[in-house]
């Protein structure tokens, strides 16, 4: 793949929820917005604005209502959502809000829980989760409950578990917003690298502390369901 | 196809460390089923254990007994219709037979007393082999008996190997314990005593010309109906049994209270089912973002079905061999005390039963039919419902 290879691509995309009911919604409306591979970018704007339809949309949670979408190749429009399912997991890493893991579950199952409708053998889930946790030095927290890591370590659980399928993609939904600054930077630092390693990087976010950050190479600013690239 | 498999593995993998996380609620859930499967499995396997034991004692019983009736009532039968009977071809021997009840007023029981020419039957030599101990009483010996254990104990008889009786005329006559059944017929001679003809004779005052019933052996066990037809139509007047008759009575009063309780113990298995699916359709809020998770990670709709396939199949697969395995030990080692009052109520002294069931896979595939089809039936529709929560609701925590 060449290095300016556009891997997520959006022409007039709209999302309308619950279309023809009483409570129907436009959530997104006209969307055109390309992104290179190897490229951090971050969607910026407030509550309700949009961004987490754009990051679904994206991360082939649901496919558009109107226009097209291509994503690593694939154009989503009428992709039945079984193949959807399948795409998101060969091609897209999540992020979460709250990192949402499984509190009752281990560090590493957490981790391999992408893994196990992908037939991978316990095995080879295991080798895989354990070089992501030494690369991101949480080995010595394998065993755990997620329930009983901090906030820190639970945030390097949840990149772990984003990389686990080794996507090209990977989007975080507000991932700063339970994090002190001392954590949030340490964790932009890790998708900085992870974006100098190849992988494409999109951040729903309004935290400044995000927007600003040098390892930004672009903002994409959503507003009332509209995109405005400066 | 590899592929496939490791993915059914690892689905499976999942959904016994989500069955053990959610421990207490899970063997909960086990528990009451498997005491629903008990209560169904004790049934079957009494009933079974009973119809077997029954056609076991049978074989020792006459192919035709013939009786006299009068008013709808059973009566002394003639001694000469002996005679009468052996001109029908194919017919063996003829043994007569009296039968009676002696009340035991210390014991406030009833025992059967079976007066027999055990010589003349043509098993008669097997006979001894349904005894613990002892023999049956020869040619010419009066005054010896052989007793049912249950008889043998509630005598209190201990080493003493005499007992006596009132006869209607208040006179005692005396006898000599010469044997005791095998436990293993106890169903059938819990509350027996069998003596000589001529001593059942005393014992009930019947007439020397008459005997309470005749015990017809015939040579082709193949002709036993048609000989039973010959002999109803030759001897009006009288009821003619045949052992197949009492064997088909046997099963149809073991499968009728079987049946009974069962449909009762079924409603009981319905109320389970009902339980199961508000158990299972109530999805706590913890279990429908866990499915949110999974399916925005990259699971699919079926994978989740799955899950709660493996987890419906292996809550009741435990609790069928948890419920079977109890019902066994129930039936075998604690005599199926919860329901001997329901299925045996025919005799004053209940039989202390030594039960061996016959588990047969027919029947094991009928309990697992009552009791695992229709939890995993009454799952399935909260299964697909907790399968379908949407994967961006993950995103909104």
């Known amino acids: 793949m060449p290095k300016n290879y556009i891997l997520i691509e959006l022409d007039s995309v709209t999302k309308i929820y619950n279309q023809g009911k009483a409570n129907e919604v436009t959530a997104l409306f006209q969307v055109s917005l390309q992104i290179e591979q190897q490229t951090m970018v971050c969607l910026k704007g407030s509550s309700g604005s949009g961004k987490s339809t754009l990051l679904s949309i994206i991360g082939c949670i649901f496919p558009p209502t109107k226009g097209r979408a291509v994503i ?13 399912t399948i795409h998101r997991r060969e ?25 196990f409708p992908l037939g991978v053998p316990p095995g080879e889930r295991k080798k895989r989760a354990r070089r992501l946790t030494e690369m991101l030095s949480i080995s010595h927290r394998e065993n755990f409950p997620a329930g009983q890591i901090s906030g820190g370590e639970l945030q390097r659980v949840a990149i772990a578990r984003a990389l686990i ?18 954590l949030s930077l340490e964790f932009l630092d890790i998708l900085e690298h992870l974006r100098a390693t190849g992988k494409t ?20 600013e959503v507003k009332d369901g509209r995109v405005h690239v400066p | 196809m590899r592929q496939f498999i490791e993915k059914n593995f690892n689905i499976l993998d999942y959904a016994l460390t989500s069955l053990w996380r959610r421990k207490f609620k899970n063997i909960s859930v086990m528990v ?25 004692s049978l074989t020792q019983a006459p192919d035709i007994t013939v009786q006299k009736m009068s008013a709808g009532r059973q009566e002394a039968i003639p001694l000469a219709y002996l005679e009468k009977l052996k001109g029908i071809f194919g017919i063996r021997t003829v043994v007569p037979r009296i039968w009676g009840y002696y009340f035991d007023e210390k014991n406030l029981a009833n025992y059967t007393v079976l007066g027999l020419e055990t010589w003349e039957m043509p098993t008669g030599n097997e006979l001894n082999l349904t005894l613990a101990e002892g023999r049956f009483p020869q040619k010419n010996e009066t005054g010896l008996v052989v007793l049912g254990h249950a008889v043998h104990q509630a005598l209190d008889l201990g080493d003493r190997k005499v007992l006596s009786f009132f ?12 044997g005791i059944f095998s436990q293993n017929l106890e169903i059938l001679t819990a509350d027996l005593i069998v003596m000589n003809l001529e001593d059942a004779r005393q014992i009930f005052t019947i007439p020397g010309d008459h005997v309470t019933d005749l015990c017809v052996y015939v040579g082709n066990p193949v002709e036993i109906n048609t000989i039973g037809k010959k002999i109803a139509a030759l001897l009006p007047g009288t009821r003619v049994l045949t052992r197949p008759q009492i064997l088909k009575t046997y099963q149809m009063i073991f499968s009728w209270r079987s049946g009974f309780a069962s449909v009762c113990l079924l409603s009981a298995l319905a109320a389970f089912a009902i339980l199961a699916w508000g158990k299972a359709s109530g999805l706590a809020p913890e279990e429908r973002r866990e499915i949110a998770i999974l399916k925005i990670l990259g699971w699919e709709t079926a994978d989740v079905l799955v899950i709660r396939f493996w987890e419906s199949f292996v809550v009741s697969l435990l609790a069928f061999i948890l419920g079977c395995t109890l019902a066994y030990i129930h039936v075998v080692f604690f005599e199926a005390t919860l329901f001997s009052p329901v299925l045996l109520g025919w005799s004053i002294i209940h039989p202390k039963l030594q039960l061996i069931p016959d588990i047969k896979f027919a029947d094991l595939l009928l309990i697992f039919c009552y009791s695992v089809l229709p939890y995993m039936a009454a799952t399935v529709i909260p299964a697909w419902r907790c399968a379908i929560v949407r994967a961006d609701s993950a995103m909104h925590n």
């Open chain 2, 32 to 56: 009451v089923f498997a005491l629903v499967i008990f209560l169904l499995a004790s049934f079957q396997m009494v009933t079974s254990a009973l119809t077997k034991t029954a056609a076991n």
């Open chain 1, 72 to 84: 690593a190749g694939r154009p989503l429009s009428r992709l039945p959502d079984r193949f959807l």
């Open chain 2, 167 to 178: 006869r209607p005329d208040l006179e005692l006559q005396s006898f000599k314990v010469a």
């Open chain 1, 201 to 220: 990087i999109v951040i729903a976010s309004h935290d400044p502390l995000v927007t600003e950050h040098r390892s930004i190479n672009r903002i994409v």
């Open chain 1, 91 to 115: 091609c897209i890493g999540f992020i979460f809000q709250q990192f949402n893991l499984l509190p009752a579950l281990s560090v590493i199952d957490n981790i391999t829980l992408p893994l």
């Open chain 1, 165 to 182: 399928n080794d996507p090209p993609i990977i989007l975080a939904d507000e991932p700063t917003a339970h994090l002190d600054s001392r």
